[in-house]
Structure formats: C-alpha cells, structure tokens
C-alpha cells in the first residue's frame, strides 16, 4: 500500500472528479494522500476534501508562490493545526525561480511557518527551488530540526539531501524522477536512505512517464514509487512497504484507517 505523500486535491480538476480519483487510488494500491494547502483562502477546501474520507489528511500553510497575500501569523497557523485532520504545516519554502526580486517577505513567511510547526509539534512540508542555501539556512537558524518534516518534490542535490536529513527531514520524490533528462536526481533516489524516502505526486501537476504532460492524481504515485524502487535495484513491495512507514512515522498525527 502505497501513500501519496503531496498533493492539491482541492483543485478543480481533482475535486470535480473524485469518485474516479479515488477508485484509481484504489485499483493502484494507493491508500492514502496528504492534501496540501497552499493559502489560507483555499485551506478550508483541503480540510473539507480531508474530513470527507478517512484515508486523507490535509496541511495548513501558504505556499512561497503567494506573493499577494493577507499577512500570516504564527497563531494564526497554530490554531488551524490544532484541527485532528491538519497533519503538518506548509507547504512553506522558498521559491528563487517562480519570483525575483526582494524576497525578504517569502523568508519572512517561511519563518512563520517553522515557528509555528515547533509549536503546533507538527512537521513541516518544505518547497526549496532556486534557494536550496537559503531554505537550509533559515531551517537552521529556527530549528527545523525540533519536529523535522519533508522537502518535497526533491529536485536538489545529494549534499542538500543530506543536509535535510541531518536535521531529521524526509526526501519526497515526485513524477520528475521518471523523466529521462532528470539523470543526477535519479543518482539522489540511489543514494537517499531508503528510511528517509517519501514518494508524492504534487498532483495536478507533475505527472509521471507515462503520462507526462497529462493531468496528475494520487494513484500515479505508484509509477514514480515503481521508479525509485528500479533505480534502487528493491522490489516495488519494499519500496512500498519503506515509504508508507516512514509516512507514518514523520506524520504522526495521521492515523491508518485500520486503528
Ligand atoms: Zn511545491
Ligand atoms: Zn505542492
């Protein structure tokens, strides 16, 4: 049973088709997904998406792409975490390729959101593109380490890999790692230990080979699983059985349907 550990539920093209959703999670052995708030206008939709089923959870956060919205406070992301569905907090980060300029105001932001994870004892779900120095930095100098999380969608080096998992942070692998031009990321899916190793779709966007270019949902998570579970010369059940426990473990307020 395989867990799609990112994921935008909520979105139109998801949320208009969910019993087909969920029936190929189903037929693809995916158990379970982590819908991923990405502002708090929409965050009432990803937590109305998780409490409809049992085998969803959501997060609570802002996402760095966000440039324009109302200010975000440390309280304010604590008190949403305290929902039983709200599993984690982000997805947070740094984000130098989608906007430029002075982006004091994102590492700001990302700051809020470490405080609040370290208050609400919920792990934190990091986006680092273009950034990767900064978004360790600033992981440092607030403590990330105190309740640890996931940098999904891992596109980085193994050095930045490494340095993440030092502070007790988890590597995601998304539908890129199935690419054919994403050779040193397949290097990263070697070597990452495989108790540190998520795997998520970021669906709707992202799909993996073979479907690239198409609209992505939860049960392709079992193709990027498939992937890493080659590269690593490991049987897809392995693969399968390692993730959904390190799931488990990192997000400890998500309870399997079972208990
Ligand atoms: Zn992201
Ligand atoms: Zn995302």
Same mark, same amino acid.
């Given at each position: 049973?395989?867990?799609?550990?990112?994921?935008?539920?909520?979105?139109?093209?998801?949320?208009?088709?969910?019993?087909?959703?969920?029936?190929?999670?189903?037929?693809?052995?995916?158990?379970?997904?982590?819908?991923?708030?990405?502002?708090?206008?929409?965050?009432?939709?990803?937590?109305?998406?998780?409490?409809?089923?049992?085998?969803?959870?959501?997060?609570?956060?802002?996402?760095?792409?966000?440039?324009?919205?109302?200010?975000?406070?440390?309280?304010?992301?604590?008190?949403?975490?305290?929902?039983?569905?709200?599993?984690?907090?982000?997805?947070?980060?740094?984000?130098?390729?989608?906007?430029? +300029?002075?982006?004091?105001?994102?590492? =700001?932001?990302?700051?809020?959101?470490?405080?609040? /994870? #370290? @208050?609400? *004892?919920?792990?934190?779900?990091?986006?680092?593109?273009?950034?990767?120095?900064?978004?360790?930095?600033?992981?440092?100098?607030?403590?990330?380490?105190?309740? +640890?999380?996931?940098?999904?969608?891992? =596109?980085?080096?193994?050095?930045?890999?490494?340095? /993440? #998992? @030092?502070? *007790?942070?988890?590597?995601?692998?998304?539908?890129?790692?199935?690419?054919?031009?994403?050779?040193?990321?397949?290097?990263?899916?070697?070597?990452?230990?495989?108790?540190?190793?998520?795997?998520?779709?970021?669906?709707?966007?992202?799909?993996?080979?073979?479907?690239?270019?198409?609209?992505?949902?939860?049960?392709?998570?079992?193709?990027?699983?498939?992937?890493?579970?080659?590269?690593?010369?490991?049987?897809?059940?392995?693969?399968?059985?390692?993730?959904?426990?390190?799931?488990?473990?990192?997000?400890?307020?998500?309870?399997?349907?079972?208990?």
């Amino acid at each position: 049973m395989l867990v799609d550990s990112h994921c935008h539920l909520n979105f139109p093209e998801l949320s208009n088709n969910m019993d087909a959703i969920r029936a190929a999670m189903q037929s693809h052995g995916v158990g379970y997904a982590l819908c991923i708030s990405v502002n708090m206008r929409e965050y009432p939709q990803v937590l109305e998406v998780a409490c409809a089923h049992d085998n969803f959870y959501a997060t609570v956060g802002v996402h760095p792409d966000y440039e324009n919205e109302p200010p975000l406070t440390v309280e304010q992301l604590v008190t949403e975490a305290s929902h039983p569905k709200v599993v984690g907090i982000g997805e947070t980060g740094l984000d130098y390729f989608r906007l430029t +300029g002075d982006l004091e105001w994102q590492r =700001t932001r990302f700051r809020t959101h470490i405080r609040a /994870a #370290i @208050e609400a *004892g919920k792990p934190l779900i990091i986006h680092t593109r273009a950034a990767a120095d900064d978004t360790l930095r600033i992981m440092r100098e607030e403590g990330a380490h105190r309740v +640890g999380g996931v940098m999904h969608c891992f =596109t980085e080096s193994l050095e930045v890999a490494q340095q /993440a #998992i @030092e502070m *007790g942070f988890y590597i995601s692998f998304s539908g890129i790692v199935t690419f054919k031009n994403a050779a040193s990321l397949k290097e990263v899916a070697k070597q990452v230990p495989l108790d540190r190793i998520l795997v998520e779709t970021d669906s709707p966007y992202l799909a993996p080979v073979p479907f690239r270019g198409k609209t992505n949902q939860p049960a392709y998570v079992k193709y990027v699983a498939e992937e890493v579970a080659q590269l690593r010369n490991i049987d897809a059940e392995t693969l399968a059985l390692a993730t959904t426990d390190n799931f488990f473990r990192l997000f400890k307020h998500a309870k399997p349907c079972n208990s």
